[in-house]
């Protein structure tokens, strides 16, 4: 076993799209998805003359981001050209934060297999993303590409971790968790499919105790929180492969390929990188006034470890409170409905029972639904009161979900309002024992099984409607007098 | 009629009075500049000139400002035919101001050079004197009474070099003083907009004309401008000289004698004369070549023949960079971006790109003492007089540096005058002042333009007779 020799040394980088309105540096739409080079200006196309604006929003969503994972927040901040020639950089530079970047020593805290475990980030910068390449065939053997300029300049933070990472699965919990804090704050989609998160690992093994860092590989195209953790299993087997056979692994950027699950060294696009950072003369540093990054703090909403605490508090087991505060819209919901509804637990079964069930099934997330919390919390308390059983809430429910009815109209239009009359219940009773003679003298023979099959027969003539416990009381009572 | 004598105050005043038409000055004008450039090489392209109803002060533009509706080419053949599709901010101002763009003035590459030897278009001439250096289009433009007011950057001391050749009156502000949005910079952190006029005063209007806060070039800052009209100067002005222009690298004694006598001159008129020690001038040209290049190597990265510009077709992405960027820049630029790329790379990066950057602080901290103190420095504009076109001499460029690169490092404002003839070509002074008080440089310099009361030269001389 692999394991007892060596350790994985993994840290991510991490890049997020921030979902300002406009871009890094300049006011063209940083919206996704349209027409190639139609949302291009003579900045973002790094036309002669031109000069860059910084985008305070983006300074904001970075310094959100920041307090979120625990950062210090830098008071001076320099925008920095980190130069290189790629057809899909249009200034043959980038401007990102390399000497003084926005937030530094933060943290991320996971879970995994019940123990709790810290992740270091080491930075939090701001840079430009670049533009897209657009291959006539495939990226081998295009005969021509062409390059799309709408994505040059929208504005990213990097998220680079601390090698704490020691497996693949800690690295997609950490990416998990990650996503959940930025999806709270607001300031990005975190969508990986779409690119608007984007993650590389950095993964080098070492034998276990050592402190020593050894070759690492740089992994790059995992689209999916699954490719990472795959990506990086298949990279901790090759390189282990490697040291056993007494090799040394060679340091480069590999490609992983979704399709065979494996990885393979990528040719560099240019050789040696030397970025020769310095300060881009045309930005200004930013002074981040405390006043500003504390009215910044102010606009934080709870976050998800702050959440689950609170859930726990609340009753809800560890685990319903993990799941539901990994769904940020699903939690939101449940602090409404709590509002007209104080029990936890009862709510929470329902989320994540039917409601994510149907949510799911249907592709929306809670925010989305016909449902709001003030309805499910009705239905509930019909249910505490009851005018329906629990049974039959979960078909009112599932209209409910369909169409957005109020509970009651539902179960009005449904003529489901659960018999408790006990006059009503008295009548049917005696018509169910004087058709069940058999049950009646098993009851009274001992079998008290036949009260189980009588109450059934009434449930069954009242299509669900009668409340069991009343029926039950009037049979026994009917039985006896019998 | 004999216009080239006029002030712009003066032409304004015409205007005024209706002694004289836009509309004539501006044909006029377009008339002289298309004969004069085929005399001395002054234009890459010539214009019309937008006039307005009421005015027409007859202008011109450095290559490297983008003025939408024709070609800006820096100089450049990778720009050959290249259309800003926006103008630089200082010359929209400078046109709203009632200046009329008569045309595109010849430079080095990029503005990298003083000399238009580097210009792939044309050579200009000093028109002084066939055959020497005028440093710029620009200049020459103003010497040969081609336009009143040439705009044209200055990053290491181009524009006021190239003012000295011509003996005409460069000025380049405070760092932030005018907007460098449209200014196609090769050195971001030392490139300043500044003017070409044949006096003080013209200076000062121009000057004011184009600074202003512009909010889309960070880099412009919001001060008020409010040096011109220019007050009158009540006190004889001091000024501080640094002892260590003579021992400048190839000082010419053609300097050495002007400069001397201008000091005398001034002395005798009353100005006081301080001898002051800045040993960082000693390393400030270096120091400025040195983060120029790195900034140029940078700047100039988005040649690439993609999106714009020339391009030569190559076999894959790389070839096409390496085959464009060969044959569209010239010589001189190519070895000033190898400069920039090998003292920037991992080897040189702290003993060249880091010492230059930290020895700027120690220019900017050490001019800031002398000036705390007296509020102005003079020195010589350049080591050396006009050089003959035919003179290719190693490092002369570079040294050519020596005295103005000092205020591009710490943003200083600084004006070139002509002060000075030796054997037929023009010898300048400097003078630099403190951030943002260019209306004290200005008042400092129209006293000693009085002092000096420099002949002038008028190519045009005998015309109107």
């Given at each position: 076993?692999?394991?007892?020799?060596?350790?994985p040394?993994?840290?991510?980088?991490?890049?997020?799209?921030?979902?300002?309105?406009?871009?890094?540096?300049?006011?063209?739409?940083?919206?996704?998805?349209?027409?190639?080079?139609?949302?291009?200006?003579?900045?973002?196309?790094?036309?002669?003359?031109?000069?860059?604006?910084?985008?305070?929003?983006?300074?904001?969503?970075?310094?959100?981001?920041?307090?979120a994972?625990?950062?210090?927040?830098?008071?001076?901040?320099?925008?920095?050209?980190?130069?290189?020639?790629?057809c899909?950089?249009?200034?043959?530079?980038?401007?990102?934060q390399?000497?003084?970047?926005?937030?530094?020593?933060g943290?991320?805290?996971?879970?995994?297999?019940?123990?709790?475990?810290?992740?270091?980030?080491?930075?939090?910068?701001?840079?430009?993303?670049?533009?897209?390449?657009?291959?006539?065939?495939?990226?081998?053997?295009?005969?021509f590409?062409?390059?799309?300029?709408?994505?040059?300049?929208?504005?990213?933070?990097?998220i680079?971790?601390?090698?704490?990472?020691?497996?693949?699965?800690?690295?997609?919990?950490?990416?998990?968790k990650?996503?959940?804090?930025?999806?709270?704050?607001?300031?990005?989609?975190?969508?990986?499919?779409?690119?608007?998160?984007?993650?590389?690992?950095?993964?080098?093994?070492?034998?276990?105790?050592?402190?020593e860092?050894?070759?690492?590989?740089?992994?790059?195209?995992?689209?999916?929180?699954?490719?990472?953790?795959?990506?990086?299993?298949?990279?901790?087997?090759?390189?282990?492969?490697?040291?056993?056979?007494?090799?040394?692994?060679?340091?480069?950027?590999?490609?992983?390929?979704?399709?065979?699950?494996?990885?393979?060294?990528?040719?560099?696009?240019?050789?040696?990188?030397?970025?020769?950072?310095?300060?881009?003369?045309?930005?200004?540093?930013?002074?981040?006034?405390?006043?500003?990054?504390?009215?910044?703090?102010?606009?934080?909403?709870?976050?998800?470890?702050?959440?689950?605490?609170?859930?726990?508090?609340?009753?809800?087991?560890?685990?319903?409170?993990?799941?539901?505060?990994?769904?940020?819209?699903?939690?939101?919901?449940?602090?409404?409905?709590?509002?007209?509804?104080?029990?936890?637990?009862?709510?929470?079964?329902?989320?994540?029972?039917?409601?994510?069930?149907?949510?799911?099934?249907?592709?929306?997330?809670?925010?989305?639904?016909?449902?709001?919390?003030?309805?499910?919390?009705?239905?509930?308390?019909?249910?505490?009161?009851?005018?329906?059983?629990?049974?039959?809430?979960?078909?009112?429910?599932?209209?409910?979900?369909?169409?957005?009815?109020?509970?009651?109209?539902v179960?009005?239009?449904?003529?489901?309002?659960?018999?408790?009359?006990?006059?009503?219940?008295?009548?049917?009773?005696?018509?169910?024992?004087?058709?069940?003679?058999?049950?009646?003298a098993?009851?009274?023979?001992?079998?008290?099984?036949?009260?189980?099959?009588?109450?059934?027969?009434?449930?069954?003539?009242t299509?669900?409607?009668?409340?069991?416990?009343?029926?039950?009381?009037?049979?026994?009572?009917?039985?006896q007098?019998? | 009629?004999?216009?080239?004598?006029?002030?712009?105050?003066?032409?304004?005043?015409?205007?005024?009075?209706?002694?004289?038409?836009?509309?004539?000055?501006?044909?006029?004008?377009?008339?002289?500049?298309?004969?004069?450039?085929?005399?001395?090489?002054?234009?890459?392209?010539?214009?019309?000139?937008?006039?307005?109803?009421?005015?027409?002060?007859?202008?011109?533009?450095?290559?490297?400002?983008?003025?939408?509706?024709?070609?800006?080419?820096?100089?450049?053949?990778?720009?050959?035919?290249?259309?800003?599709?926006?103008?630089?901010?200082?010359?929209?101002?400078?046109?709203?101001?009632?200046?009329?763009?008569?045309?595109?003035?010849?430079?080095?590459?990029?503005?990298?050079?003083v000399?238009?030897?580097?210009?792939?278009?044309?050579?200009?001439?000093?028109?002084?004197?066939?055959?020497?250096?005028?440093?710029?289009?620009?200049?020459?433009?103003?010497?040969?009474?081609?336009?009143?007011?040439?705009?044209?950057?200055?990053?290491?001391?181009?524009?006021?070099?190239?003012?000295?050749?011509a003996?005409?009156?460069g000025?380049?502000?405070?760092?932030?003083?005018?907007?460098?949005?449209?200014?196609?910079?090769?050195?971001?952190?030392?490139?300043?907009?500044?003017?070409?006029?044949?006096?003080?005063?013209?200076?000062?209007?121009?000057?004011?004309?184009?600074?202003?806060?512009?909010?889309?070039?960070?880099?412009?800052?919001?001060?008020?401008?409010?040096?011109?009209?220019?007050?009158?100067?009540?006190?004889?002005?001091?000024?501080?000289?640094?002892?260590?222009?003579?021992s400048?690298?190839?000082?010419e004694?053609?300097?050495v004698?002007?400069?001397?006598?201008?000091?005398?001159?001034?002395?005798?008129?009353?100005?006081?004369?301080?001898?002051?020690?800045?040993?960082?001038?000693?390393?400030?040209?270096?120091?400025?070549?040195?983060?120029?290049?790195?900034?140029?190597?940078?700047?100039?990265?988005?040649f690439?023949?993609?999106?714009?510009?020339?391009?030569?077709?190559?076999?894959?992405?790389?070839?096409?960079?390496?085959?464009?960027?060969?044959?569209g820049?010239?010589?001189?630029?190519?070895?000033?971006?190898?400069?920039?790329?090998?003292?920037?790379?991992?080897?040189?990066?702290?003993?060249?790109?880091l010492?230059?950057?930290?020895?700027?602080?120690?220019?900017?901290?050490?001019?800031?003492?002398?000036?705390?103190?007296?509020?102005?420095?003079i020195?010589?504009?350049?080591?050396?007089?006009?050089?003959?076109l035919?003179?290719?001499?190693?490092?002369?460029?570079?040294?050519?540096?020596?005295?103005?690169?000092?205020?591009?490092?710490?943003?200083?404002?600084?004006?070139?005058?002509?002060?000075?003839?030796?054997?037929?070509?023009?010898?300048?002074?400097?003078?630099?002042?403190?951030?943002?008080?260019?209306?004290?440089?200005?008042n400092?310099?129209?006293?000693?333009?009085?002092?000096?009361?420099?002949?002038?030269?008028?190519?045009?001389?005998?015309?109107?007779?």
């Amino acid at each position: 076993m692999m394991a007892a020799e060596f350790e994985p040394v993994i840290g991510l980088e991490i890049h997020v799209e921030l979902m300002t309105d406009t871009k890094l540096f300049c006011g063209c739409p940083a919206t996704f998805g349209e027409e190639p080079n139609t949302q291009v200006c003579p900045v973002c196309l790094g036309l002669p003359g031109h000069r860059p604006l910084l985008n305070r929003k983006a300074a904001e969503y970075a310094i959100k981001a920041a307090l979120a994972l625990n950062c210090q927040i830098a008071s001076h901040t320099t925008f920095d050209r980190k130069n290189y020639f790629y057809c899909d950089l249009p200034k043959g530079y980038q401007i990102s934060q390399f000497f003084y970047p926005m937030g530094t020593e933060g943290y991320v805290d996971i879970n995994i297999e019940g123990k709790d475990r810290r992740i270091g980030l080491r930075q939090i910068h701001i840079e430009e993303d670049t533009g897209k390449l657009l291959h006539a065939g495939s990226i081998v053997d295009a005969n021509f590409s062409r390059v799309d300029f709408n994505r040059a300049g929208v504005p990213l933070i990097e998220i680079v971790t601390h090698p704490d990472i020691r497996s693949a699965e800690e690295a997609k919990l950490f990416l998990q968790k990650l996503r959940a804090i930025l999806l709270y704050t607001g300031i990005s989609d975190c969508k990986m499919e779409e690119g608007s998160m984007r993650c590389d690992a950095n993964v080098s093994l070492r034998p276990v105790g050592s402190q020593e860092l050894f070759n690492k590989t740089e992994l790059k195209n995992m689209n999916s929180f699954r490719s990472v953790q795959k990506g990086i299993e298949y990279e901790i087997i090759r390189q282990g492969k490697i040291f056993r056979k007494g090799g040394e692994v060679i340091p480069e950027t590999r490609h992983f390929d979704e399709g065979r699950g494996t990885t393979k060294a990528m040719r560099s696009k240019f050789a040696a990188s030397d970025y020769r950072c310095f300060p881009d003369p045309n930005v200004p540093p930013l002074r981040v006034s405390e006043e500003w990054v504390k009215k910044i703090a102010e606009t934080l909403p709870e976050l998800p470890d702050a959440r689950f605490h609170r859930f726990v508090k609340l009753g809800l087991p560890e685990y319903d409170a993990e799941l539901l505060t990994s769904n940020k819209e699903l939690a939101d919901f449940l602090d409404i409905a709590l509002t007209y509804y104080k029990n936890a637990k009862t709510l929470s079964n329902w989320l994540m029972g039917d409601f994510l069930r149907l949510l799911n099934a249907a592709a929306l997330d809670a925010s989305q639904s016909k449902v709001t919390p003030k309805k499910l919390a009705e239905l509930l308390t019909l249910v505490d009161q009851g005018t329906i059983s629990g049974k039959i809430a979960k078909d009112v429910f599932e209209e409910m979900f369909a169409t957005g009815k109020d509970p009651k109209d539902v179960i009005a239009e449904k003529g489901l309002i659960q018999i408790s009359d006990t006059g009503e219940l008295e009548k049917m009773a005696d018509e169910i024992l004087a058709q069940n003679p058999g049950s009646v003298a098993d009851y009274k023979g001992g079998k008290e099984k036949a009260l189980g099959f009588l109450v059934g027969q009434i449930m069954k003539a009242t299509r669900g409607k009668a409340n069991p416990k009343v029926a039950n009381e009037v049979l026994l009572r009917k039985l006896q007098e019998l | 009629m004999v216009f080239a004598s006029l002030k712009i105050r003066e032409l304004k005043k015409a205007y005024q009075t209706n002694s004289l038409t836009p509309q004539e000055v501006r044909k006029d004008y377009a008339h002289k500049a298309a004969r004069l450039d085929e005399q001395y090489g002054l234009f890459i392209t010539l214009l019309k000139g937008r006039e307005s109803d009421r005015e027409f002060i007859p202008a011109a533009a450095a290559d490297n400002l983008c003025l939408e509706g024709d070609r800006t080419t820096c100089a450049s053949s990778l720009l050959t035919g290249y259309n800003s599709p926006f103008s630089a901010y200082a010359l929209e101002k400078a046109m709203a101001a009632g200046f009329g763009i008569l045309g595109k003035t010849n430079l080095d590459e990029f503005g990298i050079g003083v000399g238009t030897g580097a210009s792939p278009f044309k050579t200009t001439h000093n028109p002084w004197k066939a055959g020497y250096y005028a440093g710029s289009g620009a200049a020459a433009a103003l010497a040969a009474g081609a336009v009143m007011t040439a705009f044209a950057s200055d990053a290491r001391g181009e524009l006021r070099q190239s003012a000295s050749y011509a003996g005409v009156v460069g000025m380049k502000p405070t760092y932030g003083r005018v907007s460098r949005r449209g200014l196609v910079d090769y050195a971001s952190s030392l490139d300043q907009v500044g003017v070409i006029t044949r006096c003080v005063e013209d200076a000062a209007f121009a000057l004011s004309a184009i600074s202003g806060h512009d909010l889309k070039d960070p880099t412009s800052l919001n001060k008020p401008v409010d040096f011109y009209p220019l007050p009158k100067a009540s006190t004889p002005t001091k000024l501080a000289c640094p002892r260590e222009w003579r021992s400048a690298e190839g000082l010419e004694a053609s300097v050495v004698k002007s400069f001397e006598e201008t000091l005398r001159k001034l002395a005798k008129a009353g100005v006081e004369i301080q001898e002051v020690s800045v040993p960082a001038l000693k390393q400030s040209s270096l120091v400025a070549m040195i983060i120029a290049a790195v900034e140029a190597f940078s700047n100039l990265a988005n040649f690439d023949g993609i999106r714009f510009g020339e391009r030569t077709p190559g076999e894959h992405l790389q070839d096409m960079y390496i085959k464009t960027r060969t044959a569209g820049f010239g010589q001189r630029v190519k070895e000033f971006l190898t400069l920039g790329a090998l003292v920037s790379s991992g080897k040189h990066y702290q003993d060249y790109f880091l010492w230059a950057q930290k020895y700027r602080r120690v220019i900017k901290e050490q001019l800031e003492t002398v000036l705390e103190e007296t509020p102005f420095l003079i020195m010589p504009t350049l080591p050396f007089a006009p050089p003959a076109l035919s003179r290719q001499e190693p490092g002369l460029e570079y040294r050519g540096d020596t005295y103005t690169s000092l205020a591009n490092l710490a943003g200083l404002p600084a004006i070139s005058l002509p002060a000075g003839i030796h054997e037929g070509l023009p010898i300048g002074l400097q003078l630099v002042g403190r951030p943002f008080e260019e209306g004290a440089l200005l008042n400092a310099a129209a006293n000693v333009e009085t002092i000096i009361s420099f002949p002038g030269f008028n190519p045009e001389g005998e015309e109107g007779k």
